[in-house]
């Protein structure tokens, strides 16, 4: 599948050319011919004799932003100066940065704020614990924590590498929910290590979100600190894909008028996000499901099948089918994917019930070309921004954690993940439902309040039963 330029790759080339001449009318047809697309063109010093241009462009990859480089440097009388690259520009001494809530301008301003004032503060804690949720920081404080194993799309980079994934994600959180979170990436990939580390740090915050930690570690890893924490612990890699599949589901069955638990799902991918998507559906009330990996489907026949295998098998897959995934999906209402590019075809997919779902979330090339999707599929999604319907984490993690810090919840349960799912799912209203908006945009004015709310009344009804 060919992509098409994007402004992960852009470039701002710096130029200087005769004032006179003819080449500023040809800078843009250098980039077009090269397959580049430009966004800006701004005259950034003029003389008499000499101007300096800055072409700002959109490329392809690394190489294509290199093509057209050379492209513009090729246009006669034009000098190449300086490239810029936008997305390094962005990340420059990193994305976020702590700022005070009080003003410290004076000697009584400094003495509340610290000492000697702020030890009758800290005395109140001591003697109720409690108390912190109200006093400091950790009212609205998140730790993301990772060990850098497994970023998206990038696999085990480690920690340093991982640390601008989690600085944007930091970012996020401010600007869809205005949580004040944190980066803490581990130096580690030992659970025991993990596990302990997290559990140290966690006095100072409100939640601990777990992040891009590689499967099956990342499921010890969970369930350990759940148990050992009074804070809600969430891995988004597998919660919030769970919740936001489960939504575009709710809606995309709307379109199609079938009820989850009659559909048929074929699914593809038995790892962190797969396990999480499945357990939420069930929750939810799908009753058919066929898993597939790698060796095809799960079933309890199969040998070796570990401790996450082993549960899939026991609880999906009612008639035991034992073959590969394409024979999984025909037949199938819906298709989620959530493993491998291009596993299946046009020819497989065309063998699935009418008014049938795919979700092909691998990224960035999904499990099936969403081109050749839309030809036999009435609802069609993926993980990419350039199709309608993206399946995208940020839709629900702010508001989800909005609404667990507000609730000063000590957990995060199956029930509130399904209250969040179905609050982003109605943020879509029945004139605006169709085969290309079963999901709203992660813009949405009104969509972290809406999540925060459903996930807060959720956690205050749990403590009530």
């Not at 003389?47 to 800055?54: A, L, S, T």
Request: charged share 20%; glycine share 10%; proline share 4%.
């Amino acid at each position: 599948m060919a992509s098409l330029p994007s402004v992960s790759y852009s470039i701002t080339v710096r130029l200087e050319l005769d004032a006179g001449g003819s080449a500023v009318g040809s800078l843009t047809s250098a980039v077009e011919q090269v397959g580049g697309l430009v966004t800006a063109l701004d005259v950034a010093a003029a003389g008499h004799e000499r101007i300096r241009i800055d072409v700002t462009c959109a490329a392809r990859d690394t190489d294509h932003a290199q093509t057209i480089i050379d492209a513009l440097g090729s246009v006669e009388g034009v000098t190449v100066h300086k490239v810029s690259d936008r997305t390094f520009l962005m990340h420059l001494g990193g994305k976020i940065e702590m700022s005070s809530k009080v003003p410290l301008r004076n000697r009584d301003e400094l003495s509340m704020a610290y000492t000697p004032g702020v030890a009758r503060v800290s005395q109140a804690i001591a003697k109720n614990k409690d108390d912190a949720r109200r006093l400091t920081i950790k009212r609205n404080s998140v730790a993301v924590v990772t060990d850098g194993s497994a970023v998206l799309g990038l696999g085990n980079i480690g920690p340093e590498a991982a640390m601008p994934v989690m600085e944007g994600k930091a970012a996020l959180f401010k600007r869809f929910a205005d949580i004040d979170a944190w980066p803490i990436a581990l130096d580690t990939q030992d659970v025991d290590e993990i596990v302990r580390t997290v559990q140290v740090i966690a006095p100072g915050f409100g939640g601990i979100n777990l992040e891009d930690i590689s499967a099956p570690r990342c499921f010890e890893v969970e369930a350990r600190l759940r148990k050992l924490l009074d804070v809600p612990v969430f891995h988004d890699d597998q919660h919030g894909t769970a919740i936001v599949v489960l939504a575009a589901l709710r809606n995309a069955l709307r379109v199609v008028g079938k009820e989850l638990s009659a559909v048929r799902i074929a699914m593809s991918g038995a790892g962190a996000a797969g396990t999480a998507i499945l357990k939420l559906l069930m929750h939810a009330g799908a009753k058919d499901i066929i898993v597939c990996d790698v060796h095809g489907a799960v079933h309890t026949g199969r040998d070796e099948l570990g401790d996450n295998l082993g549960w899939i098998a026991e609880h999906t897959n009612p008639e035991g089918y034992s073959g590969d995934l394409r024979g999984a999906v025909a037949g199938a209402d819906v298709f989620i994917g959530v493993s491998a590019p291009n596993v299946l075809g046009g020819e497989d997919i065309a063998e699935m019930n009418e008014g049938s779902i795919i979700f092909a979330l691998a990224n960035p090339d999904p499990e099936v070309d969403p081109e050749i999707a839309h030809l036999h599929a009435d609802v069609v999604a993926t993980g990419r921004s350039d199709y309608p319907n993206q399946i995208n984490n940020v839709l629900v993690f702010p508001g989800v954690f909005r609404g667990l810090l507000d609730a000063q919840s000590h957990e995060v349960t199956s029930d509130m993940m399904v209250a969040a799912a179905e609050a982003l799912a109605d943020v879509v209203t029945e004139d605006e439902l169709g085969p290309n908006y079963i999901i709203p945009s992660v813009f949405h004015s009104d969509l972290s309040a809406h999540v925060a709310t459903a996930v807060r009344e959720a956690a205050q009804r749990g403590r009530d039963v």
